[in-house]
């Protein structure tokens, strides 16, 4: 009896643990290749193609209490994922449209450090909803903008959230450290 009891505690955690796994979606970007993104637990997961073949991802937290945006492109020269300097500079061009309407006015580089590839962002404050007690519907009080990069691709993101040190948050934010990666491509049979 002892035995039956001690299995059936083991069995309701491990259903407890893989309930609050990741779920692994993958998606086709360009050139057939496949990239897989571990969406945590209780976000909901959406994708797009538009007439150009760009794909975009859509990840939304729960209560779409915030939401990160990623647009996957092609990268043939490499040259996002070498140098943190290109980075930078793309995302002057990218983001500069942030800057004017945020508290910060200037861009505050952090590196991603994923574990495949390079990455860098920035976090923008709306400068005009700081300080209302109650903020428009579809309206976040930061964007955390920036891009990551491996070779022979990259993804442009915007996670756009109300904070910046939710649970939430940071699990989108590990999300791109930890998943977001190309997967190999499978040999021909």
């Known amino acids: 009896m002892k035995s039956a009891l001690k299995f059936f505690a083991l069995l309701c955690l491990g259903g ?3 309930a609050a796994a990741p779920k692994e979606e993958v998606v086709t970007i360009f050139e057939h290749r496949k990239i897989a993104i571990a969406v945590p637990d209780g976000f909901a997961f959406a ?3 538009d ?6 991802v859509k990840v939304t937290g729960p209560r779409d ?3 990160i945006q990623l647009v996957f492109m092609p990268d043939p020269e490499n040259g996002l994922v070498t140098s943190a300097r290109t980075r930078k500079e793309f995302m002057v061009q990218a983001f500069q449209e942030f800057v004017a309407s945020s508290v910060e006015q200037a861009m505050q580089f952090e590196e991603l450090e994923p574990h495949v590839g390079a990455g860098t962002f920035c976090v923008f404050t709306d400068a005009a909803l700081v300080g209302k007690p109650q903020l428009p519907p579809n309206d976040f009080l930061h964007v955390t903008a920036g891009l990551k990069a491996w070779r022979g691709g990259y993804t442009v993101f915007k996670l756009f959230s109300n904070d910046t040190i939710s649970a939430e948050y940071l699990a989108l934010l590990r999300m791109l450290r930890e998943s977001v990666r190309e997967l190999p491509v499978s040999p021909l049979r």
């Open 16 to 18: 407890m643990s893989l």
């Open 47 to 49: 994708h797009t193609e």
């Open 51 to 56: 007439s150009a073949g760009t794909i975009t």
């Open 65 to 67: 209490a915030l939401d």
